[in-house]
């Protein structure tokens, strides 16, 4: 096995950067971008950036990472997707070095790592810094180190294994909460090890299995110190983590629905998902039935990983889930059930001679071919940096030392799109700026250019609007409220869509002033306003409305007033068309109030655009709406 890690490895390292780079897409503004901006705000403010009170500031394995990263390349996108590169690699890596272990065949332990990067459970996070992937890694690290443990003889030996493989259970730990099922995992492997053998026998499984907890402890307890210092909470990690108690996703379940939560989630993501999944049930059933005990320990490893993600709990009254409906959480048995899927082929295989010999004959042409197919058969898109171009583009075009007022948010993505460009700007930034705040007024007033980012604006204002019945936005600060007097829209970039990041230039004192006008004023097909939905109605209302010349390729701002009985009640999808030929599709989703009140989407309307079918999708959830206008603010 070694000689071939030994022989193999920078091949393998070399095809995991490569499937990374063929799929990437441009960069999330969910919890993904949040682990890099911490790592940015780290470098911009020091150690005053780290927030306590953040969970998503525990799981240092992650960001730090991309702290790394960009002190040595700086805050672009080599530090953002350095960190699933890295991770990928690692994993393709162990799986090479498991088919290897437990097939000694070099074939099966490059099939084995074929299966891990194209397998369907890492769609969605192969691309991403999220903790869902290293967490799949730091397991299979762990799982190598404690079968590594098992195969030695003498204490000696053991030993650096064990207290490997309780240091990387602490950096399980750190990197997520959930990074506590891998004690699990290897309680389950120590079972099967120990099974008839004298070599490791069920008492040395539990003293080597205490040496690994001892060693988790210890380091635990040392970051449990080193927070007593920043926070004065020796238990900081695990308190921040239970303050995610009864989110969304993790309603009260039946007992017997529990173990299958989670199992159409491997059925899923195009024509690969039901073959892996298929595969994996053939392999592991053969490899049980047949392997030796490690081969049956990764049977048991996979077998476990899912249950636990399955079956924990929060809270026993009402039976409550610890982990919420997101399937990414799966992407950590990747590894082993890619391993179990190349058992289903090779098994399969033996039923087609032909084909296992040319195989054998032609590993290289076999390779390629595997390979090609994978990649063209797979549900993942292949490379699209998304938005990023464009925000680069309108970063690089904006004057150096311009005074630049916005939040947080929007100047990390300007750093990531473009961090030279957006080092010579002057940014005056705050974190929130939805409310009246005379400081962030003050900011706005001394500045040239007024920039966000839609999402992370209305975050805070959305979550509160969701929780009290009574919440409005009537402390909106002006220059969202009503930005046109003093501002002039420059700009709007979309993401998956949606137009999301807005660019505005202060308005000089001669230009003239905008115009504020009803839909049906500009539009007479428009719908008759108010528009009102009550049960029993359809949940698809469909317009179309013949843009007028006066809007056509102008940046526009759209204002829906009315509200409903949840925020987000529905969506609007904007088809812009030339004839018959559709130009863009925008997809919005309006913020509505229990109170009657306003939201407002920014948006540029195609230069060939003649007419625009609007499409209204009600939530499942809403029980009454009203749109009481619409209104378009534009510049004559």
């Known amino acids: 096995m070694s000689r071939f890690f030994k022989n193999d490895r920078l091949a393998v390292g070399l095809l995991a950067m490569a499937v990374v780079l063929l799929f990437i897409h441009g960069p999330g503004l969910g919890d993904d971008f949040q682990y890099w901006w911490i790592a940015a705000d780290l470098h911009l403010k020091g150690a005053s950036a780290w927030n306590p009170t953040d969970f998503h500031s525990l799981r240092w394995p992650l960001w730090g990472l991309s702290w790394i990263l960009q002190g040595i390349f700086g805050p672009g996108m080599i530090s953002y997707y350095g960190i699933p590169m890295f991770y990928v690699t690692c994993g393709a890596l162990m799986a090479y070095a498991l088919g290897a272990r437990l097939f000694e065949n070099r074939i099966a332990a490059w099939g084995c790592a074929l299966a891990y990067l194209f397998h369907p459970l890492l769609d969605d996070v192969i691309y991403r810094p999220m903790p869902d992937l290293s967490e799949g890694v730091f397991i299979a690290a762990a799982a190598v180190c404690w079968l590594a443990m098992a195969e030695r003889n003498r204490a000696s030996e053991r030993l650096p294994w064990a207290l490997a493989t309780g240091a990387i259970c602490f950096l399980l730990y750190a990197n997520r909460l959930t990074g506590i099922f891998v004690f699990g995992v290897l309680f389950t492997m120590s079972a099967v090890l120990a099974w008839k053998n004298q070599r490791f026998s069920y008492s040395q499984a539990i003293l080597w299995l205490g040496v690994a907890g001892l060693t988790w402890l210890a380091l635990v307890s040392l970051e449990g110190l080193v927070y007593h210092h920043l926070t004065g909470d020796f238990f900081h990690s695990l308190t921040s983590n239970l303050g995610a108690r009864g989110r969304k996703g993790t309603e009260s379940v039946s007992l017997l629905a529990m173990p299958f939560r989670f199992f159409g989630s491997l059925w899923i993501n195009g024509v690969l998902g039901p073959i892996f999944t298929i595969l994996a049930f053939v392999g592991g059933w053969r490899m049980w039935r047949t392997g030796e005990r490690q081969q049956r320990a990764i049977v048991a490893w996979a077998v476990t ?187 709007v970039v979309l993401h998956d869509n949606a137009p999301e990041f807005v660019f505005y230039k202060k308005r000089p004192a001669n230009a003239p002033k905008p115009e504020r006008l009803s839909l049906g004023s500009l539009c007479p097909q428009a719908p008759a306003f108010p528009i009102l939905w009550h049960p029993g109605q359809t949940r698809e209302l469909r317009y179309r409305v013949n843009l007028p010349d006066r809007l056509k390729g102008k940046p526009l701002r759209l204002e829906i007033e009315g509200k409903s009985n949840i925020v987000e009640a529905i969506d609007l999808d904007l088809h812009f068309l030339h004839g018959k030929k559709r130009l863009q599709t925008l997809e919005l989703t309006p913020y509505l109030q229990h109170k009657r009140g306003i939201d407002f989407h920014t948006l540029e309307v195609p230069t060939d655009a003649d007419a625009c079918e609007a499409l209204i999708l009600l939530n499942p959830k809403t029980k009454s709406l009203e749109i009481d206008q619409v209104w378009l603010i534009t510049e004559p």
């Not at 249950?307 to 959480?329: G, H």
């Not at 296992?356 to 549900?379: E, G, H, K, M, Y």
Request: charged share 20%; hydrophobic share 45%.
């Open 305 to 491: 990983l899912y249950l636990a993600y399955n079956c924990a709990i929060q809270s026993l009254f009402p039976l409550r889930p610890l982990l919420r409906n997101a399937d990414r959480f799966l992407c950590s048995l990747a590894i082993p059930m890619g391993v179990l899927g190349w058992a289903g082929v090779r098994w399969l295989w033996n039923f087609w001679p032909a084909c296992s010999t040319w195989t054998r004959l032609r590993p290289i042409a076999a390779a390629s071919l595997f390979f090609t197919i994978l990649a063209i058969v797979c549900s993942r898109d292949f490379f699209d940096l998304g938005y990023l171009p464009d925000l680069r583009a309108t970063v690089r075009n904006t004057p150096p030392g311009t005074r630049v007022f916005t939040h947080d948010t929007m100047r990390f993505a300007a750093m990531l799109a473009d961090a030279d460009a957006a080092s010579r700007l002057q940014w005056s930034t705050e974190k929130r700026i939805f409310s009246k705040q005379p400081a962030t007024e003050q900011m706005a007033a001394e500045a040239d250019e007024f920039w966000y980012c839609r999402k992370h604006l209305w975050l805070s204002a959305r979550k509160q609007l969701e929780r009290d019945d009574e919440a409005d936005t009537s402390n909106m600060a002006p220059y969202l409220d009503n930005p046109h007097p003093i501002w002039i829209l420059r700009r």
